[in-house]
C-alpha cells in the first residue's frame, strides 16, 4: 500500500486520485479562489470549528459526586486522603458535592483542606449510615446548596460554614457547631427539614466586622443554643415549623423577627438577659416584631415567667415600626412576658394587634432617655392584645425626670376606660397617652379591682391624639409638666380629676376642659402656663381652654369665646388672658396685659395703644354683664405682667 503524503504548502494529506476527480478538486478549487462568498463561508467555519476547540479546552470539569469510603479507606479520617474516598479522588473545590453513606470505617472526619478553600455543591447524608462528625477548618457552601441528612442520627457539622447561602434538607437532626457568617453581605440558612437544626458551640456567628445568618423557616425546628451570650442569628422569617431557644439571649437586636406562621419557643428561656423584665445587656431580643400569623409561647417547665424582650438597643436614629398580628400565649404551667425595651438611640413604636393569652405581665421601658424623639411606644387597639383576662397589667417606666419617652396609644373605640386594665402603673420619667381616634374618649381613672391609677413623681405627662383623655383619678399628682399636644384633655373635677398644683401647663394645640363640680367651689391651680413650642414637635394648630363651673352653664375665657392658642402664641386678640371660675352665678374674672405691648405683638388692626382702649370696653361690658364690677382703672387693663 502506498503510503499518503503530505502536501508541504497545505499540510493536507494529498490521496491517489483518478484524473477525473482530480479534475473536479481543482475546479472547486479555482470557483474557490474566484469567490469571495464562497471563501468567506470556508473561513468562517473554520473559525467556528477553532473557537468551539478552545472552549472545549477551556471548560472545567464536569462536576462530580464524592462518595465517602465504604471501608477502611487510608484509615486517618482526613478529608483529603484521597483513599478515604470511593473514586479514589479528593472532592474538588468549588464543583463537587460530597456524600456521606454506611461504613467500616472512621465516621470522625478532619476537614483538613487548606484555608477557607472548600466550597461544596452539596453534602448528603445517606439512610442507613451512621453518626459522622465532621471538625476543625473553615468551608463553604455554593449559593443554594444543601446539607441533607436522609438518616435517623444526627449528623454534626463543627467546621465554620462562610459566606454562602445554603438549605438544610431531609428527616434527619443536624448540629451545626461552627461559626456562620460572611464578611460583605449577610448569609442565609433555609429550613426545609423536617427534623431538628441546632446552632450550637462556642463560636460566635457574626463578630469581628461579620454578619450572622438570617434564618428562614418552613418547616422543621430550629433549636438556638449558642454557649451563653453568644449570637446563633439576627433576622428571623418563621412562616412554618418552630424556632425554640435552648440558651437565652441568642439573638442579635438591631435586626428584626417577621413571624407570619410557626412557633417561636421560649422553652424556658429569655430572648434576651432580663431582671425582673428589663433587659440588663444590649445584645438580645427582638429588634422589632412584625408579621400577620405565628404564635410566642413558652413550653418550659415550673410556672415561672420568661420575656420576650423586643426593641433593646436599637441604633437606628430614624426609628422602628413593627407590627405584630400573631399570638402570644403562655405554654402549659411556664408563663410569658413581654418587655417593650429601648436603651439605643432610637425610637420604637411596636403595635401588637393580635388576640393573646399570655400573663407574665408588660412592660414599656426606656432606659436611653436623653430626647423627646426617642420614645418607646406600645400601640394596641384592644385589651385582648396585652394578656389574658385579669392578667393585663401595664407598667410604663421612663428614665430622666421631664422627658417624656415612654407612651401607649390607643387606637379605635373599643378602649374606653382605664378598668378594663387590671394594673396600668407609670413610674420615672415621663408618658404620654395618645387617644389616636377623634370618635373615642378613654378615662383615666381606676383599674379592674377599682384602684386608682396612678401617676406620681417627678414625671412628666403628655396628652396626644385627636380623641379626647378624662381625668377622673385622685392620684394623679405628678410633679412634673403637663404638655397638651393634640384633641381634648378633659379635668373631671365632678369625679374627683385634677393636676397637680405644681404642674405646669404646655399648650402645644389641642383643647383643654375643666368641668367643675356640682357643688361648692372647684378649683385648680396651675404652677405655670407655658406657650412656647416644643422642641422637635409640631404643634397641632389652635387651642381652646373651656371652664363649665357646676357641671356646666359657665362661660369660656374671654366673654363668652374660647381663649384661642395658634401654634403655641395666643392670638394678639386674646393675648394675656388668665382666668378662673368659682360657681355658675359668679364669675370673677382678671386679665393682665404684658408691660411690652409692642414686644408681645400688637392687635393686627387696633394696634397698641388702641387695643388696650378695645380691651378696657370689652372687659368692663363682661363685668356689667357677670355682676362682677373690679373697678379698675383704664391703665389697668393695658399693664400689669402676664
Given amino acids: ?177 461552627g461559626g456562620i457568617y460572611k464578611v460583605t453581605s449577610q448569609p442565609t440558612i433555609t429550613m426545609n427539614g423536617t427534623g431538628l437544626l441546632t446552632l450550637t458551640g462556642s463560636t460566635n456567628n457574626g463578630t469581628n466586622g461579620t454578619l450572622a445568618p438570617a434564618l428562614v423557616v418552613n418547616n422543621g425546628t430550629i433549636s438556638l443554643s449558642k454557649n451563653a451570650g453568644l449570637i446563633s442569628s439576627s433576622y428571623i422569617t418563621l412562616n412554618a415549623g418552630t424556632i425554640k431557644l435552648g440558651v437565652s439571649d441568642q439573638l442579635r437586636a438591631t ?98 394587634s393580635g388576640s393573646n393569652n399570655y400573663s407574665g405581665g408588660t412592660i414599656i421601658n426606656n432606659t436611653y432617655g436623653t430626647a423627646n424623639d426617642r420614645v418607646t411606644t406600645l400601640s394596641v387597639g384592644n385589651v385582648a392584645s396585652i394578656g389574658s383576662s385579669g392578667n393585663r397589667k401595664l407598667t410604663f417606666v421612663g428614665t430622666t425626670a421631664g422627658n417624656v419617652d415612654v407612651s401607649f396609644q390607643l387606637t379605635g373605640t373599643t378602649i374606653t376606660n382605664s378598668n378594663q386594665f387590671d394594673a396600668l402603673t407609670f413610674a420615672n420619667g415621663g408618658a404620654a397617652i395618645d387617644v389616636a381616634d377623634p370618635n373615642n374618649t378613654f378615662t383615666l381613672g381606676n383599674n379592674a379591682s377599682g384602684a386608682a391609677i396612678s401617676l406620681g413623681g417627678a414625671m412628666a405627662f403628655q396628652k396626644m391624639g385627636a380623641g379626647t383623655l378624662v381625668i377622673t383619678s385622685g392620684s394623679v399628682a405628678y410633679t412634673g409638666a403637663t404638655n397638651l399636644v393634640g384633641g381634648t384633655l378633659k379635668i373631671d373635677a365632678q369625679n374627683g380629676g385634677s393636676l397637680a398644683s405644681t404642674s405646669g401647663l404646655n399648650l402645644y394645640g389641642g383643647s383643654l376642659y375643666l368641668l367643675g363640680k356640682n357643688t361648692g367651689t372647684t378649683t385648680q391651680t396651675l404652677g405655670a402656663v407655658s406657650l412656647g413650642t416644643l422642641i422637635n414637635l409640631t404643634t397641632g394648630g389652635a387651642s381652646t381652654i373651656t371652664v363649665d363651673a357646676n357641671g356646666g352653664g359657665g362661660d369660656d375665657a374671654g366673654v363668652g369665646k374660647p381663649s384661642q392658642l395658634h401654634h403655641g402664641w395666643l392670638h394678639p386678640e386674646y393675648q394675656g388672658e388668665y382666668f378662673r371660675n368659682r360657681n355658675h352665678n359668679e364669675h370673677h374674672l382678671d386679665q393682665r396685659f404684658d408691660r411690652r405691648c409692642k414686644r408681645r405683638g400688637a392687635h393686627p388692626i387696633l394696634g397698641c395703644q388702641r387695643q388696650c382702649r378695645f380691651r378696657q370696653h370689652q372687659w368692663q361690658h363682661a363685668e356689667r354683664s357677670s355682676g362682677s364690677y373690679l373697678h379698675r382703672r383704664p391703665g389697668q387693663y393695658c399693664h400689669g405682667k402676664l
Wanted: charged share 5%; net charge positive; glycine share 16%.
Fill in 1 to 177: 500500500m502506498t503510503t499518503p503524503k503530505k502536501n508541504p504548502k497545505t499540510s493536507e494529506t494529498a490521496h491517489n486520485l483518478s484524473p477525473s476527480k482530480n479534475r473536479a478538486k481543482a475546479h472547486v478549487a479555482a470557483a474557490t479562489a474566484s469567490s469571495p462568498k464562497l471563501n468567506l463561508h470556508r473561513n468562517l467555519g473554520i473559525a467556528l470549528l477553532t473557537m468551539g476547540a478552545t472552549i472545549a479546552a477551556s471548560s472545567p470539569a464536569h462536576a462530580a459526586t464524592q462518595t465517602w469510603t465504604t471501608g477502611t479507606g487510608a484509615g486517618d479520617g482526613n478529608w483529603t486522603s484521597t483513599g478515604n474516598w470511593l473514586s479514589g479522588t479528593a472532592p474538588v473545590s468549588g464543583t463537587d458535592s460530597v456524600v456521606f453513606g454506611a461504613t467500616t470505617g472512621t465516621t470522625g472526619i478532619n476537614y483538613n483542606v487548606a484555608g477557607s478553600a472548600g466550597t461544596w455543591a452539596g453534602i448528603t447524608f445517606n439512610s442507613g449510615t451512621q453518626a459522622y462528625t465532621i471538625t476543625s477548618g473553615t468551608m463553604a457552601m455554593t449559593g443554594g446548596a444543601s446539607i441533607t441528612n436522609n438518616s435517623t442520627v444526627t449528623q454534626t457539622i463543627n467546621s465554620d460554614i462562610i459566606n454562602n447561602s445554603f438549605i438544610v434538607a431531609g428527616a434527619g437532626n443536624v448540629t451545626l457547631g
Fill in 255 to 352: 435586626l428584626s423577627v417577621a413571624f407570619n406562621g410557626g412557633t417561636f419557643d421560649l422553652n424556658g428561656c429569655d430572648t434576651s438577659a432580663v431582671s425582673s423584665g428589663t433587659a440588663t445587656g444590649s445584645t438580645g431580643g427582638f429588634a422589632l416584631l412584625a408579621g400577620v400569623g405565628g404564635r410566642i409561647t413558652n413550653s418550659g417547665t415550673g410556672s415561672g415567667t420568661n420575656w420576650a424582650v423586643i426593641g433593646n438597643y436599637l441604633t437606628n436614629n430614624n426609628g422602628v415600626y413593627g407590627n405584630y398580628g400573631g399570638t402570644i400565649s403562655d405554654g402549659a404551667t411556664a408563663k410569658v412576658g413581654v418587655s417593650l425595651q429601648q436603651s439605643g438611640n432610637s425610637g420604637g413604636f411596636h403595635v401588637l
